[in-house]
């Protein structure tokens, strides 16, 4: 049985968090998809940690970790993480998918000439190289990590991978060209640092799921930011929904039985795009420092994060493109400085009024309906009983669920891994 934790947004809604928690009731967590653009942060007993590429069950000595099939992996980054847990006294239970493909220099170094070369009208990418990592896996001139251990047999690869790259590397970017020995010798460097953590994946699961073993999947980004069904071409570039999750990791799909869609009280976003509910100036700025552990940005790159009101039109979108049977609502307690809430409920399209979300070009045109709630003018952080909040926080969450149209069984109040309340499976 898999439980698969995904976002409804556009990320940082604090699946990290629900993750960590859930570690402790699983027994095999999966990393399927994304790479090191984007990170989770996660505040236990052990201290306060921003992941990029690991799951975010390493802190539990009794989950097997696994990086799967279809994540960017990038050696060093990992590798990094996993030293930075060290300095901590964390010390993973964690493997690697044998067919994950590795991520190069070369690809961040394309990831910013391009950035570069488009200036204003750029994506707003993190330069970690994931669009060209995942151009090359699916052009098949990439390299999986189980071709780190056979560099000699791939001269012919590797030709090949340079051929295709030099002409942009040279011609648009005007930079110096790669070459056949520097991509073997960096292939050669990668195998010696992840060698002691490869294994098949794939056979783990299928044995862990013929055992009963209990499995969680965990995603990165959220729903609007997939390529298919997202803002395109403000996305990313693989799949954040639950419905990769079995591709990404290597289970039937069949066996994913329940998704945790992760929705924030409020919204946020990094990078161009389209953003309806977006707010700016000082009523952005005091959201921003408010929510959060602390305040709104980017775990990975520390980006200020774009702010806005909670949407109920994107977030039954991504609750429905992510199959979700449940939902996990976090930061509420940020919103508890307002008198009273804002709320979009609608868009205001071309004259008319539409509760469905539209495609990128008319998202453009898209203006907010808002709605205000009764604010409760109190810090909730951290508590631990739904029936003793205050009736307007009752009233927000019993607002949102009815809007998104899928029961509500997680409410946090905190960042930490307890400030949690469970709600329950709810008629």
């Not at 953590?197 to 073993?213: C, E, F, M, Q």
């Amino acid at each position: 049985m898999a439980t698969a934790i995904v976002g409804a947004n556009w990320g940082d809604e604090g699946k990290g968090k629900m993750t960590d928690l859930l570690a402790l009731e699983s027994d095999v967590i999966v990393r399927f998809q994304g790479g090191n653009n984007a990170g989770h942060t996660i505040i236990n007993d052990k201290g306060r940690f921003a992941l990029h590429l690991l799951p975010s069950g390493v802190f539990n000595p009794n989950t097997l970790n696994i990086i799967g099939t279809g994540v960017a992996l990038n050696v060093k980054a990992f590798k990094a993480e996993l030293d930075n847990l060290a300095e901590s006294g964390v010390v993973p239970n964690i493997v690697v998918s044998d067919r994950a493909q590795v991520l190069l220099e070369v690809h961040k170094n394309l990831d910013s000439w391009e950035e570069m070369r488009l200036g204003k009208a750029s994506f707003g990418s993190t330069k970690s190289g994931i669009a060209p990592f995942y151009a090359d896996k699916y052009a098949k001139v990439g390299f999986q990590v189980c071709d780190l251990f056979e560099v000699d047999s791939l001269t012919d690869r590797i030709k090949l991978f340079c051929d295709r790259k030099n002409p942009l590397i040279t011609t648009t970017y005007k930079q110096p060209a790669i070459t056949p020995a520097a991509v073997a010798a960096e292939l050669r460097e990668l195998a010696e640092i992840v060698r002691p953590y490869v294994r098949d994946t794939s056979a783990i699961l299928h044995k862990a799921i013929a055992d009963g073993k209990r499995i969680l999947l965990e995603g990165q980004l959220g729903a609007l930011k997939d390529t298919d069904h997202g803002i395109y071409p403000m996305v990313t570039s693989s799949s954040p929904l639950a419905g990769f999750a079995s591709i990404g990791a290597g289970i039937p799909p069949y066996e994913i039985t329940d998704i945790i869609t992760v929705v924030k009280a409020y919204s946020s976003a990094v990078g161009a795009g389209p953003f309806v509910s977006e707010i700016f100036g000082s009523e952005a700025q005091e959201l921003r420092v408010r929510g959060g552990d602390k305040g709104e940005f980017g775990a990975t790159t520390g980006r200020p994060r774009r702010m806005g009101w909670f949407d109920a039109v994107a977030t039954r979108y991504g609750c429905r493109a992510q199959g979700a049977t449940e939902i996990a609502l976090t930061l509420v307690d940020a919103l508890g400085y307002l008198d009273e809430i804002p709320v979009c409920k609608a868009y205001e399209l071309d004259g008319k009024i539409t509760h469905d979300f539209p495609c990128t070009p008319a998202l453009y045109r898209a203006k907010p309906v808002i709605e205000k709630l009764p604010g409760w003018k109190s810090d909730i952080r951290g508590a631990r009983d739904w029936n003793a909040l205050p009736q307007q926080v009752r009233d927000y969450v019993k607002y949102i669920e009815n809007a998104i149209g899928v029961p509500i069984t997680f409410f946090s109040t905190g960042p930490g891994r307890n400030d949690i309340i469970r709600l329950g499976k709810r008629k």
